[in-house]
């Protein structure tokens, strides 16, 4: 008897549902969240956010206080190409700037069983992909002579859109390594036609290249939020890599002042992955000074390196700005990447290319909408491979099985879940990283073992000491690297 009143309302209950089904696919798209990845070159953790109170990030430092800074983040591989290679591929590769195309070309072969990259992956899901700028090694993504041949693809099936803006340098290969009149770094490693490591000239922000990163990465941004697709949009800035080079009001935080004295500045003794900076040292002008025996010329190029800083982080407030000016700073997660670290002088190493915790550190930043603590920091110690994984997560994606990182939304949950260990290689040694040592063990077999409990860290070599550590740590390094 009851029955027959039931109907109408349950004809209006599914009437309801429908609506609301249609709704959410109308709408469905929107709440996803969005993915912002912001690369960022030779960036160490020089930020005062991350302790080094000298330097002048206000924006980076800001971007920390809303997320989760992870203070013990280390890449996989301590040049530029290797390391993108494993952020945007979650995967251990070769070692070299060659990685990604290398990739590429087996991408080509009929028999390929290559995953997805990271991009890929979101594009496959529905998600809008764009770069700008410096994300994979080659700015834009492209190769050939100059890297502008639009048919020779990085990152092939990665991006909706992948855009470079050239200015007065003609060319990616040009806008790489540039400074303020046109200057371009010549073909060849060790050309006469050199230019200065460093410059401070009066100009606007466009007049050196990543200001004009900024304005396409801007103007792709606000095209995006407009959108009902959910994007990743990642955009990458060159500096601070060399030359050092920055518009001059850059400069002014840091004259007048003394930094702090270089940290263990000797070349260290023995067996280890030192080398003599060879891209500093012999691909720019240093006219007849030396950092390493000239203090005030040190503290000159420590200054230019932070004014490149300063620059970048200027830009990055610009693209923060206008996320919240779009309103879509409420569903987009935030990532801040320093593709490895660079040396300063520690151990009488101008740069990277080697397996000491200066080179492989860098600052890692993901800021959540709504998350729990945001500005704590977090002391795990955690990989770049480890950002495809979470940003699956964070974003509701299936996670990818074929991704060698673990997902860091347990540390951005709670700042004081442990982390695990960290993996890199060079083509000449390995090393691991886990809490408290570092071991590095070369190709012909000798070891290196660092304990970081101790003031000397990685100034005393202690393998010899300590055999149950080294077997440990050796026996997890082996269990890394290329599957192929």
Known sequence: MQLLPLLPRLA????S????????GQSGSIQKKNVLLICVDDLRPELKSFGVDYIHSPNIDRLAASGRAFHRHYVNAPTCGASRYTMLTGQ?????NQALFQRAEKLGSSDSAIPPSMPEWFRKNGYKTVSVGKVSHHPGGWGGEDWYDHNVLEMPGAWDRQLMPTGRWKHPRGA???LIHGEIKPIGSFSENKMDVMQSAEGEDTDYHDGLIA??????????AEAHTPFFLAIGFIK?????????????PYKGIELPPIPHPEKPRGQTT?????????????????PNVDKDYAEEVRKHYAACVSYVDHHV???????????RDKDTIVVLWGDHGWHLGEYAIWGKHCLFEEALRSPLIISVPGMNNPGTKTDAVVETLDLFPTLCELTGLELPDFAHGKSLVPQIKNPNVEGHTAYAYTNRAKTIRNASHRLTLHNDGYVELYDHTTPEKETKNVAQQNPAVVKALAALINQKGPED
Request: hydrophobic share 40%.
């Open 92 to 96: 251990y590769g070769s070692y070299g």
């Open 17 to 24: 549902l429908s609506l609301l089904a249609i709704s959410y």
């Open 240 to 252: 601070p890599h060399l030359p050092f080079g920055a518009p001059a009001r850059y400069m002014d």
């Open 317 to 327: 407030g610009l693209i923060l700005a206008k996320l919240e000016e779009t309103g």
């Open 12 to 15: 209006l209950v599914a009437f």
């Open 215 to 224: 304005v396409e990465g801007l103007e792709q941004l606000e095209n995006l």
């Open 176 to 178: 790489m390594h540039s």
């Open 274 to 290: 030192w080398h003599a900076s060879g891209e500093f040292t012999n691909q720019y002008f240093h006219h007849g000074k030396d």
